[in-house]
């Protein structure tokens, strides 16, 4: 088993930064790849980006490309993604995922573990 917490949402204006934590609880953290994801109001979960078990090779979804950076630190047991140039569509909750794997997927269905997710909200 695994536990994770997100903290770090709130609300920022267009063109702001946050960065979200995801702390881990449980197994050995550095076996799991992690997955950030977004789900906006009526709208279907979203694939944010990835980072491996080892990190730190990422990778991301083209809205958020140049932007977006994740990073992990497995001596605390932590995954970050920091949101630059943030946009009114970024606006969502946000959630990590822990995968038993090296390599992150795509799918929210590949993921063994999830958090609670965290809201972010970006006035235009």
């Known amino acids: 088993q695994v536990q994770l917490v997100e903290s770090g949402g709130g609300l920022v204006q267009a063109g702001g930064s946050l960065r979200l934590s995801c702390a881990a609880s449980?197994?050995?953290?550095?076996?799991?790849?992690m997955g950030w994801f977004r789900q906006a109001p009526g709208q279907e979960r979203e694939f944010v980006g990835g980072i491996k078990r080892s990190g730190p090779i990422t990778y991301y979804a083209d809205s958020v490309k140049g932007r977006f950076t994740i990073s992990r630190d497995n001596a605390k047991n932590t995954v970050y993604l920091q949101m630059n140039s943030l946009k009114p569509e970024d606006t969502a909750v946000y959630y990590c995922?822990?995968?038993?794997?090296?390599?992150?997927?795509?799918?929210?269905?590949?993921?063994?573990?999830w958090g609670q997710g965290t809201q972010v909200t970006v006035s235009s």
């Open positions: 995922a822990a995968r038993y794997r090296s390599v992150w997927s795509v799918s929210a269905d590949e993921y063994d573990y």
């Open positions: 449980g197994q050995t953290f550095s076996m799991y790849a």
